[in-house]
């Protein structure tokens, strides 16, 4: 071990994440971007997309509202460096 305090994941303000909407599953509901638009928008087909240099959700306490908010389940957050 290399010591060091444990990585901490603090996913209530999505601190620590990487944000992705999988544009094969996403049916264009627009929810991400209602619940959290500091995060997501939509392109102009209507599909959501995480908002450039948002991909880490920094800051956005509805971030996790808005993945549970996807009815298709089309957001990810992965492990953030
Ligand atoms: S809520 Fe889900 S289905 Fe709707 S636009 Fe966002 S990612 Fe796509």
Redesign the pocket.
Known sequence: MSGGAPRERRTGDGTGVVVA???G???????????APEV?T?DDD???QVLPGREDGRGSALLRE?VR???????SLGPGG
């Open positions: 909407v999988d544009r599953v996403c049916i264009g509901a627009g929810q991400c971007a209602l619940t997501f939509q209507g599909f959501g808005a908010a996807c009815p298709v389940s089309a957001i």
